[in-house]
């Protein structure tokens, strides 16, 4: 069966998703917590609570539908500068999550992979991350990829060090770097082929890339939803997906002549 949805009001056919055409990587910036909390008088970790929840629910939902690489921005090298608690808060987060979801992920074939700065993290948090990584190592469907103390900018000029010590240790040319030697080098590259976001989809109205994956999303498609991330749902992502599927990736080239000039 189709899931598709119709604009009943009108009795116009809302496009349907096309499962033939499902992005093999999606990209998610979980925003609007803090808002979705604040709307409701309540502190701004009952945002990242719910968050959570929401976490598993899209987890499922995406491995459901096919989808390759569920790349979730869930701490940014930023994200430091929030007070105290709500850091600690955070950073203890994916031990809660870890600590039940873990069978669920399992049973789905989800296998875990985390990219960041993850030796910066505190130990326990650490521990979580490494133990899901391990427990989940010989599941085959999506991967489920959580971008922890993360920072496109930071990621890059790693990659780029790591490029200059090779150069310098005389085991590569500077001519003979190309962008594959930079995709090598960062922290995306256990995902190939699948190393590109097809789409990025940011949450709660903002409309900004913010520091995230910025090598990677050259030719992503951008979907904005005015949705807080707390009340994000499946429904909500395949719309979102449906919204990718309108879209005409050219890719910087044309489409058979057909083009527009
Ligand atoms: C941005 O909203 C959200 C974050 C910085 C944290 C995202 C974390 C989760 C959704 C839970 C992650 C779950 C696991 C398992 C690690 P914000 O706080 O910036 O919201 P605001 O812009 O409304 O203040």
Known sequence: MEIGFKNHRQNTAVPELDRQRIPHHVAIIMDGNGRWAQKR????????????????????????????????????????KRPDAEVNYL???????????????????????????????PVSTQQAVNDAIAQTAHCTGMVLNFALNYGGRAEIVTGVQQIAREVQAGKVTPDAITEETL????????LAPDTDPDVLIRTSGEERISNFLL????????????????DYTSEELVQNIVAFQQRHRRFGGLDDGKDEK
């Open 41 to 80: 008088h309540l502190p701004r970790i009952a945002g990242h609570k719910r968050g959570m929840e929401v976490v598993k629910e899209i987890t499922k939902a995406a491995s459901h539908l096919g989808i390759k690489v569920l790349t979730l921005y869930a701490f940014s090298t930023e994200n430091w």
């Open 183 to 190: 995709s090598a080098h960062l922290m995306t590259a256990s």
């Open 215 to 230: 090598w990677q999303l050259a030719y992503s498609e951008l979907v904005f939803t005015d949705v807080y991330w707390p």
């Open 91 to 121: 950073m203890d987060l994916p031990v809660k999550f870890f600590s039940t979801f873990v069978p669920e992920l399992i049973e789905n074939n989800v296998r875990v992979n985390v990219m960041g700065y993850t030796d910066q993290l």
